[in-house]
């Protein structure tokens, strides 16, 4: 009895620092990375969807046969997806789902300012997932499956609340797990950063990339592949790398360059990863459409 409590007791802190976190970085106007910038928007969407111009929402929308009745987003954040969703009419209606109630908050905020509706919200930890089975056409996880600790239980939980054909999109990171990383993993990219001149350069060498002030950074991140090919069948697959680019944008400052001079030396970084990808090196993140297995 003692060591559940004590589980237990663990577990509302551990989700308390976390909500406590993403709230306060909502607040603060959200989290800034590597794939805020526009060039590097343009290498993403090409090796995505075969078009620099073209964004993984549209690629997915064509090949859609015909708009959406129902789907949900797990781990919405302030509501970027779903607002999405709905200006692209892949789905009349999206559920957002996620831990932090300020980032609820918002999301309901920004889709009322835009006047979108078929949007509603809701407040629920992803390792506790509850959907009603059969009730959705299709799920999306955006960078926030490799925040979630019981891969397993969420994905059989999200395989049995899609309809029969119902599709999972996942845009997700599935590089090392927090716990993983060492030195001879970013040698590449520090080697690459090295590289780069000095006046952008925050720091001496690349610390390691993981976020330690939330306790859901990456906790699974190496698993997502294995704990998805369980439950669905991978249809297509598109890497589009971040094994350097996510590494080192935390630690570059543009302050003193141009944005000429920005964008080239983001395109020296985005050369370097698609040498290293097409090599056969390892992408940090990829872009995935499922179908359960049982479909």
Not at 176 to 181: G, I, L, Q
Request: proline share 4%.
């Amino acid at each position: 009895m003692l060591k559940h409590a004590l589980l237990a007791t663990s577990r509302r802190l551990r989700l308390g620092a976390i909500e406590r976190y993403w709230s306060a970085a909502f607040a603060a106007g959200g989290v800034g990375t590597w794939l805020r910038e526009p060039v590097v928007r343009r290498y993403v969407n090409e090796a995505v969807t075969g078009s620099s111009e073209c964004w993984p929402m549209e690629w997915l929308r064509d090949l859609m046969p015909a708009t959406l009745e129902r789907v949900v987003s797990l781990g919405c954040g302030d509501g970027a997806l779903e607002r999405d969703i709905r200006r692209k009419a892949i789905s009349r209606f999206v559920l957002g789902i996620d831990l932090s109630a300020e980032a609820l908050v918002l999301a309901r905020d920004n889709a009322r300012a835009e006047g979108l509706d078929g949007i509603e919200y809701e407040r629920q930890d992803l390792n506790d997932l509850v959907l009603a089975a059969g009730a959705f056409d299709a799920a999306f996880f955006h960078q926030a499956l490799h925040h979630v600790e019981n891969l397993a239980g969420c994905l059989a939980m999200v395989a049995a609340s899609l309809k029969p054909q119902g599709i999972l999109y996942l845009d997700e990171y599935i590089g090392p797990s927090r716990s993983e990383w060492r030195r001879r993993l970013i040698a590449e990219a520090d080697a690459i950063y090295q590289g780069l001149p000095s006046c952008v350069r925050r720091r001496r060498r690349l610390a390691m990339p993981v976020d330690w002030r939330d306790p859901s950074e990456a906790t699974r991140s190496s698993h997502i592949l294995t704990a998805l090919e369980a439950r669905f069948s991978i249809a297509m697959r598109r890497d589009y790398g971040g094994t350097f680019l996510s590494v080192t944008y935390p630690h570059l400052d543009f302050s003193r360059v141009s944005p000429t001079e920005r964008d080239e030396l983001l395109a020296k970084i985005i050369d370097a990863e698609r040498a290293h990808l097409e090599a056969g090196g390892q992408s940090y993140y990829a872009v995935l459409v499922a179908r359960p297995k049982d479909c």
